[in-house]
C-alpha cells in the first residue's frame, strides 16, 4: 500500500466503451468514479486492459486506431510524456498493394501481477477516455476495464493528488 493511504473498499473495475462521433474524428468522454470527494476518497488503479477498435484494412495505407484513457479532459490526443495520460493503446494495419502488416503499442499496465501496488492514483472524480482513428473507412468503437479500489489519502497526499491533476 502507498504511503498516504488507507485502502476503504473491495478491488472492483470500472468499465467503459467509445465510438468515434465521424469518421476518423477525436472523439472524448467522461468515465464517472464512484468517489467522495469530501471523505478525500480517490480510486487506486491496479491494472488496465485496453481494447482499440480494429483499424480498417486498405491497400496501400496505414491505418490507425488509438484508445487512451486520462486524468482529466484532453481536448486532443496526448503523449506519453503528458502527465494527464494514464494508459494508451493503438493498433495499426500498414496496407501495401496486396499485403497487410498489423502492430500494435501499448502504454500502461495491463496485467494485474506486475509486482507494483497500483498503477496510478486518481484523485478526482472522473476520469476520461478518447478514442480517434487514422484513414478507416468506417467509425471506430473501443472498451476497456479500469481495476482497482478506492482509499481514503491523508490530507497532504490528497492535495498533492488534486493540484497535479488540476494543473495537469
Known sequence: MAHGLKRTSSDFFVSAQITESALNTFTEALITLPLNSLDREVFVI?????DPGTPSAVPATQ?????????????????????NLIAESSESFIGGVA????????????????????????????MAISIVGTNNIGILTSQLRVFGYRAVADVGTYSALIASELNS
Do not use: W
Not at 491496479?46 to 485496453?50: P, R, V
Not at 491505418?63 to 502527465?83: E, G, H, K, M, V
Open 99 to 126: 499485403e497487410f502488416d498489423f502492430f500494435t503499442k501499448t502504454y500502461g499496465n495491463q496485467i494485474m501481477d506486475s509486482g507494483q501496488d497500483f498503477v496510478d492514483v486518481v484523485a478526482t472524480p472522473n
Open 46 to 50: 491496479t491494472g488496465i486492459i485496453l
Open 63 to 83: 491505418t490507425t486506431s488509438t484508445l487512451q484513457l486520462c486524468r482529466n479532459l484532453a481536448n486532443q490526443q496526448i503523449r506519453i510524456n503528458d502527465f
